[in-house]
């Protein structure tokens, strides 16, 4: 089994920061892309930010400057660090992976439960 586990979230004040964690556990044999999506209610589930195992990061638009991705490969982590928070970033992120995991079978369906970042006055 594979697990992905989101912490990190919050209630934070507009211009305040949060950073995420996301760590996978279980039966890996190699993680490639990491990435952040977010939903707010009413939308469409989006993509934030990746990061590939060699470091190579892209983000949107709408957070570039204020979030950064990364990864400690060591310990099968990856963080999202928000800072500059505006209201429309509040939404609930979500972590995953492209991975190898048990039976040596890759894929990049696996998702986290899921933070809820708030930012409001």
């Given at each position: 089994?594979?697990?992905?586990?989101?912490?990190?979230?919050?209630?934070?004040?507009?211009?305040?920061?949060?950073?995420?964690?996301?760590?996978?556990?279980?039966?890996?044999?190699?993680?490639?892309?990491?990435?952040?999506?977010?939903?707010?209610?009413?939308?469409?589930?989006?993509?934030?930010?990746?990061i590939?195992?060699?470091?190579?990061?892209?983000?949107?638009?709408?957070?570039?400057?204020?979030?950064?991705?990364?990864?400690?490969?060591?310990?099968?982590?990856?963080?999202?660090q928000?800072?500059?928070?505006?209201?429309?970033?509040?939404?609930?992120?979500?972590?995953?992976?492209?991975?190898?995991?048990?039976?040596?079978?890759?894929?990049?369906d696996?998702?986290?439960?899921?933070?809820?970042?708030?930012?409001?006055?």
């Open positions: 089994q594979v697990q992905l586990v989101e912490s990190g979230g919050g209630l934070v004040q507009p211009g305040g920061s949060l950073r995420l964690s996301c760590a996978a556990s279980g039966r890996i044999l190699n993680i490639y892309d990491m990435s952040w999506y977010r939903q707010a209610p009413g939308n469409k589930r989006e993509l934030v930010a990746r590939t195992s060699t470091g190579r990061t892209n983000y949107i638009e709408s957070v570039k400057g204020r979030f950064t991705i990364s990864r400690d490969n060591a310990k099968n982590t990856m963080y999202l928000m800072n500059s928070l505006k209201p429309e970033d509040t939404a609930v992120y979500y972590c995953n992976a492209d991975l190898v995991g048990p039976n040596f079978m890759r894929s990049d696996y998702w986290g439960q899921g933070t809820q970042v708030t930012v409001s006055s």
